[in-house]
């Protein structure tokens, strides 16, 4: 099974920053890659798929890079809305996979 | 507009059964691959299972594979999580979500608000 790994796994931040997250795939899965967005109660957002397309109505603050093994999630210009965990997910073949989050937290 | 909206969750005894809905509109339901996701207290999201659009393949997480069951009624617009065995650590909000080709090109971009399924004694 193909494992899914972040980092870091909690990130303490302030309104403004400019905030990195790694996921590492365990083997390549091309562009396969979706970034998620969860506060609190909610169900997760979906922020980015095929590695670096934006969803719909998503702010343009959020990009996402990476292909193979690597892929990053960067929120520039941090927002007070932005605090809130971040998962990567693997969709290459029929299974997903989630990495375990990454909670950005106020600094 | 598109909606998923769960329903099942209860409180369940050890080794018991469980039943979880979910019931899709505002889409062709009958294109799409079908996911669930669950999230146990305090923890993070872990993919369960998916269905294909006609029913005719599913795959599961090797957790609950041979104790869970997905599969759908495409004339209802519904799917369904069949739950046997049921552990302590079932315990979570199962979540279904519309899977590929969501959005065209990807995974889940819908979401149901999730349904609460407690195992206890």
């Known amino acids: 099974d193909i494992q899914m790994t972040q980092s870091p796994s909690t990130l303490s931040a302030s309104v403004g920053d400019r905030v990195t997250i790694t996921c590492r795939a365990s083997q390549s899965i091309s562009s396969w890659l979706a970034w998620y967005q969860q506060k609190p109660g909610k169900a997760p957002k979906l922020l980015i798929y095929e590695a670096s397309s934006l969803q719909s109505g998503v702010p343009s603050r959020f990009s996402g890079s990476g292909s193979g093994t690597e892929f990053t999630l960067i929120i520039n210009n941090l927002q007070p809305e932005d605090f809130a965990t971040y998962y990567c997910?693997?969709?290459?073949?029929?299974?997903?996979?989630f990495g375990q989050g990454t909670k950005v937290e106020v600094k | 507009e598109v909606q998923l909206v769960e329903s099942g969750g209860d409180l369940v005894q050890p080794g018991g059964s469980l039943r979880l809905s979910c019931a899709a509109s505002g889409f062709t339901f009958n294109n799409y691959w079908m996911s669930w996701v669950r999230q146990a207290p305090g923890k993070g999201l872990e993919w369960l299972a998916i269905?294909?659009?006609?029913?005719?393949?599913?795959d599961f997480v090797d957790s609950v594979r041979g104790r869970f069951t997905i599969s759908r009624d495409n004339a209802k617009n519904s799917l369904f999580l069949q739950m046997n065995s049921l552990r302590v650590e079932d315990t979570a909000v199962y979540y279904c979500a519309r899977d590929w080709p969501g959005c065209g090109r990807c995974s889940a971009d819908y979401w149901g608000q999730g349904t609460l399924v407690t195992v206890s004694s």
């Open positions: 269905i294909n659009p006609d029913g005719s393949a599913t």
């Open positions: 997910q693997r969709y290459n073949v029929n299974a997903r996979t």
